[in-house]
């Protein structure tokens, strides 16, 4: 246990002693979310909407108005039950909700008007109401107009569903912790590992009594020590600046950093122990977690990833790592909601663990 803690010391003042991973670390990440929260932080590029339809008349005059709803350009088709919409509604998920009600058709049919197409949506945010409402204004007058010349037969009606006014810097900032934990842990440890291997410190360590398995725990303590300073500084300067909250729990915050850490700094263990030396180890390492940049929901929603790429990442940790962030942060939900995400999380540490310890050299061979 003395050993445990000797090295979870050693690699704390290594740490910061080293001015470029001083910077790289808690710096750059500081930057980002500056940049990207001062040019993007409110949103206002957004020129669509996305949109679920309930249809509860069944009807094939309800089924023509999807349709031509849809056809609309400016609206993106979001699927599910009612429940399931509502619940993206309110999550921010999707911009709003339509509900064909029954008895549209006959409605329609019979020339007796009558409220049959309700639009639920938040109406805090002035700009997605209007253009909301205006969306399914059309397509309703226009099937008024054909059929009863410019007499309204069918109704709209606004049913407002408080929920949450996030910008595009709430959507960041998980993003951006998730981005620090796979770079400082998968990247920083590939490379630290294979210089101590090539530098021969790995080997003086060998002579001693120390377990490979007390060496591996040792630097992921340490390593989680320090992403709690680095997601503490994040939150902080996101909260002053951005007035960023941490909706959730923040027990449950911690321990998804922890699975982040544990899965992200395994596999670290395992590209140092399969690579010869650094000038390997970083190579690979990028060619695991350059993709998951782009792929992994840090910068904009898996959603608008082309359909069958969405299917492909939820294989990767990095996306279910964003999503349960997300989730605790921006829509406060607890931990039995994120069961999902952290049950793929602990797959993926405790793979990833055990592949390393297995793999782990203290020498080159």
């Given at each position: 246990?003395?050993?445990?803690?000797?090295?979870v010391?050693?690699?704390l003042?290594l740490?910061?002693?080293?001015?470029n991973?001083?910077?790289?670390?808690?710096f750059?990440p500081?930057l980002m979310m500056?940049?990207?929260?001062l040019f993007?932080?409110?949103g206002s590029?957004q020129?669509s909407?996305?949109a679920?339809?309930?249809d509860?008349?069944q009807?094939?005059l309800s089924?023509e108005?999807?349709q031509n709803?849809?056809?609309?350009?400016?609206?993106k088709?979001?699927?599910?039950?009612?429940a399931?919409?509502m619940?993206?509604l309110?999550s921010g998920?999707?911009?709003?909700?339509?509900k064909?009600e029954?008895g549209?058709?006959?409605?329609?049919?019979?020339?007796?008007s009558?409220?049959?197409v309700l639009?639920?949506?938040?109406?805090?945010n002035?700009?997605?109401?209007?253009m909301a409402?205006?969306?399914?204004?059309?397509t309703?007058?226009?099937?008024n107009?054909e059929?009863t010349?410019f007499?309204?037969?069918i109704?709209?009606?606004?049913?407002?569903?408080?929920?949450?006014?996030?910008s595009?810097?709430?959507?960041?900032?998980?993003g951006?912790l998730?981005?620090m934990?796979?770079s400082?842990?998968?990247?920083?440890v590939?490379?630290t590992i294979?210089?101590?291997?090539?530098?021969g410190i790995?080997?003086?360590?060998?002579e001693?009594p120390?377990?490979?398995s007390t060496?591996i725990?040792?630097?992921?303590?340490?390593?989680i020590?320090?992403n709690a300073?680095?997601?503490?500084?994040v939150?902080l300067?996101?909260?002053?600046?951005?007035?960023?909250?941490v909706?959730?729990s923040?027990?449950?915050?911690v321990l998804l950093?922890f699975?982040?850490?544990?899965?992200?700094?395994?596999?670290?263990?395992?590209?140092?122990s399969l690579?010869?030396?650094?000038?390997?180890?970083?190579?690979?390492?990028?060619?695991?977690?350059?993709?998951m940049i782009?792929?992994?929901g840090?910068?904009f929603?898996?959603r608008d990833?082309?359909?069958?790429?969405?299917s492909?990442?939820q294989v990767?940790?990095?996306?279910h790592?964003t999503?349960?962030l997300r989730?605790?942060m921006?829509?406060?939900l607890?931990l039995?909601q994120?069961?999902?995400?952290?049950?793929?999380?602990?797959?993926w540490a405790?793979?990833?663990f055990?592949?390393?310890?297995w793999?782990?050299?203290w020498?080159?061979?």
């Open positions: 246990m003395k050993a445990y803690w000797q090295l010391r050693a690699q003042l740490f910061f002693r080293n001015k991973t001083l910077i790289w670390s808690f750059l500081v500056l940049g990207l929260g993007l932080g409110d590029s020129i909407l996305k679920g339809v309930v509860l008349d009807s094939a089924e108005w999807k709803f849809f056809r609309q350009e400016t609206v088709p979001a699927s599910g039950s009612e399931e919409l619940k993206k309110k998920d999707v911009d709003f909700v339509v064909i029954k549209f058709e006959k409605a329609y049919q019979t020339n007796q009558a409220k049959k639009i639920y949506m938040d109406p805090v002035k700009t997605k109401a209007g409402r205006m969306l399914v204004d059309q309703v007058d226009a099937m107009k059929k010349r007499q309204p037969v109704l709209t009606e606004v049913v407002s569903i408080q929920s949450r006014t996030l595009y810097i709430d959507f960041l900032v998980p951006i998730s981005l934990l796979m400082n842990n998968l990247n920083g590939a490379a294979a210089s101590w291997r090539e530098r790995l080997r003086r360590m060998q001693t120390l377990k490979s060496f725990a040792g630097q992921m303590t340490a390593r020590l320090l300073i680095q997601v503490i500084v939150l300067v996101a909260y002053f600046l951005f007035d960023v909250h909706y959730g923040w027990g449950t915050l950093i699975l982040g850490t544990l899965t992200f700094m395994s596999m670290g263990f395992i590209v140092a690579s010869k030396t650094p000038e390997s180890a970083s190579p690979i390492a990028g060619l695991i977690s350059f993709p782009f792929v992994g840090i910068f929603p898996v990833l082309p359909g069958i790429l969405q492909v990442v990767i940790p990095i996306v790592l999503d349960a989730g605790v921006n829509d406060g607890a039995g994120l069961m999902v995400p952290v049950s793929i999380l602990l797959a405790a793979g990833s055990a592949i390393a310890a793999t782990f050299q020498d080159v061979k």
